[in-house]
């Protein structure tokens, strides 16, 4: 399919749909990150669900910016920024989930989880380079839903934690989008599988803000 452009102010602008939904994005993302920060209560992995929305905010604006509106400027350097800031932004997720955990098991276990993490994005970020593929991202993202939802499960039944069943949904949901993305599945020329999958990202940003309130509401260490 081949990508419809747009004149702006003198300059070739491709892809403006994906653009503009990953503006949106990213300006949603930067909401809930304020309001998250600002809120009363005080505990230890609030911080990470809002750096989160905070990363996620910079890679969808700068992903739908230089990734898609400015790539054919910028070349396969327009993608290297989604590439490097989708595991980053996952990464904090993982810490708020693992976080979760603190008074329920060992420490020791904890700080391997969040060991694992860590060595994830490094990891996950280099074969995105060294294969020139924007896939192995996406790797990183399954690979963190599959450490962290047996952690959601095991909150939610033996602790019934408030807002793990929203953080596991949005899990849900967004286990989807590898299936638009790898059939391409769009509208049409203007609306791509990309605009498809930044719809049901959004859903599940959604989703996420509010297990993350709710959470963080009723949570106790």
């Known amino acids: 399919m081949d990508h419809p452009t747009i004149e702006l102010l003198?300059?070739?602008?491709?892809?403006?749909?994906?653009?503009?939904?990953?503006?949106?994005?990213?300006?949603?993302c930067f909401y809930f990150y304020v309001k998250i920060s600002r809120m009363p209560f005080l505990a230890r992995g609030k911080a990470f669900f809002a750096q989160f929305f905070l990363?996620?905010?910079?890679?969808?604006?700068?992903g739908g910016v230089m990734g898609h509106g400015f790539l054919p400027q910028l070349g396969p350097m327009g993608k290297y920024p989604a590439r490097v800031l989708t595991p980053f932004s996952m990464f904090w997720l993982?810490?708020?989930?693992?976080?979760?955990?603190?008074?329920?098991?060992?420490p020791v276990l904890i700080?391997?989880?969040?060991?694992?993490?860590?060595?994830?994005?490094?990891?996950?970020?280099?074969?995105?380079?060294?294969?020139?593929?924007?896939?192995?991202?996406?790797?990183?993202?399954?690979?963190?839903?599959?450490?962290?939802?047996?952690i959601l499960v095991f909150c939610i039944v033996k602790y019934k934690t408030q807002g793990t069943d929203w953080v596991l949904y949005t899990l849900l949901i967004s286990s989807v989008i590898p299936y638009f993305q790898i059939n391409r599945i769009g509208v049409n020329r203007w609306f791509?599988?990309?605009?498809?999958?930044?719809?049901?990202?959004?859903?599940?940003f959604i989703v996420l803000y509010k297990g993350a309130t709710k959470l963080y509401n009723n949570i106790e260490y």
């Not at 993982?94 to 060992?106: E, Y």
């Not at 791509?192 to 599940?204: A, K, N, P, Q």
């Open 192 to 204: 791509t599988y990309h605009d498809v999958c930044h719809v049901i990202m959004l859903l599940s």
């Open 10 to 28: 003198g300059v070739t602008l491709s892809e403006p749909v994906t653009v503009l939904t990953d503006i949106i994005l990213a300006i949603f």
């Open 55 to 62: 990363w996620m905010s910079l890679c969808t604006f700068l």
């Open 111 to 150: 700080k391997s989880l969040q060991w694992i993490a860590i060595l994830m994005v490094p990891l996950f970020v280099g074969l995105s380079f060294w294969f020139d593929h924007f896939s192995y991202a996406i790797f990183h993202n399954m690979f963190a839903a599959i450490m962290i939802i047996p």
């Open 94 to 106: 993982q810490l708020g989930v693992i976080d979760l955990l603190h008074g329920k098991v060992k």
